[in-house]
């Protein structure tokens, strides 16, 4: 955590504003997971008003390296102190727009709640954190060609992903693993 030089004022208005700031209502279904949940909008049209009453505002900083998506959360103060909750890093399940816009949501929301201490989940005690993912069966000879067609190295590194993200036997794996050196190789790198 950041913060300014001074953080008297903030903290005072902070306590203030969480004596009033409640858990947000779960209006939204997960349906992958049967879980509710409150969706971003809901939780900052409820947050709003209550930190604008006591002189807090809340920013959001979205950054990535394409692989990866961070979100920071600065709470700032009428007076110039603020805090900043450093970056909570999420990786999109698929690297595409809606994946990584879906990731970005799902980073604002958690880093949001986590920065004012308010839930708005069902709490399953890290229930669905502590399984293994399921991984589906991947389609061994489409991989090969998509390798095999790529150009770049930036969806060569995609490719890699979502290549982890799939079931393999072990020769599979040894497949993918030659074919991938094989290609690093060709592009120079």
Same mark, same amino acid.
């Given at each position: 955590?950041?913060?300014?030089?001074?953080? !008297?004022?903030?903290?005072?208005?902070?306590?203030?504003?969480? #004596?009033?700031?409640?858990?947000?209502?779960?209006?939204? *279904?997960?349906?992958?997971?049967?879980?509710?949940?409150?969706?971003?909008?809901?939780?900052?049209?409820? %947050? =709003?008003?209550?930190?604008?009453?006591?002189?807090? /505002?809340? *920013?959001?900083? $979205?950054? +990535?390296?394409?692989?990866? $998506?961070?979100?920071? *959360?600065? %709470?700032?103060?009428?007076?110039?102190?603020?805090?900043?909750? !450093?970056?909570?890093? %999420?990786?999109? /399940?698929?690297?595409?727009?809606? +994946?990584?816009?879906? /990731?970005?949501?799902?980073? @604002?929301?958690?880093?949001?709640?986590?920065?004012?201490?308010?839930?708005?989940?069902?709490?399953?005690?890290?229930?669905?954190?502590?399984?293994?993912? #399921? =991984?589906? @069966?991947?389609?061994?000879?489409?991989? &090969?060609?998509? &390798?095999?067609?790529?150009?770049?190295?930036?969806?060569?590194?995609? &490719?890699?992903?979502?290549?982890? /993200?799939? #079931?393999? *036997?072990?020769?599979?794996?040894?497949?993918?693993?030659?074919?991938?050196?094989?290609?690093? &190789?060709?592009?120079?790198?």
């Amino acid at each position: 955590m950041n913060k300014s030089e001074s953080v !008297t004022k903030i903290f005072a208005a902070l306590v203030k504003a969480q #004596e009033e700031l409640k858990n947000s209502f779960k209006s939204a *279904t997960n349906p992958h997971f049967k879980s509710k949940y409150s969706p971003l909008d809901e939780i900052i049209n409820g %947050i =709003k008003p209550v930190l604008a009453k006591h002189g807090l /505002a809340i *920013t959001q900083d $979205v950054s +990535g390296d394409g692989y990866r $998506v961070t979100v920071s *959360t600065l %709470i700032m103060h009428e007076s110039g102190e603020w805090i900043e909750q !450093t970056g909570l890093t %999420i990786i999109p /399940a698929k690297t595409d727009a809606q +994946g990584t816009c879906g /990731a970005v949501t799902y980073a @604002r929301r958690y880093s949001l709640q986590a920065a004012l201490n308010i839930s708005s989940d069902d709490d399953d005690d890290g229930e669905h954190a502590s399984k293994p993912a #399921e =991984k589906t @069966r991947g389609d061994f000879g489409s991989a &090969i060609e998509a &390798i095999d067609k790529t150009e770049s190295a930036d969806k060569l590194k995609n &490719i890699e992903l979502a290549l982890n /993200a799939r #079931e393999w *036997t072990a020769q599979e794996k040894i497949e993918l693993a030659k074919t991938i050196k094989n290609k690093r &190789i060709k592009m120079g790198w």
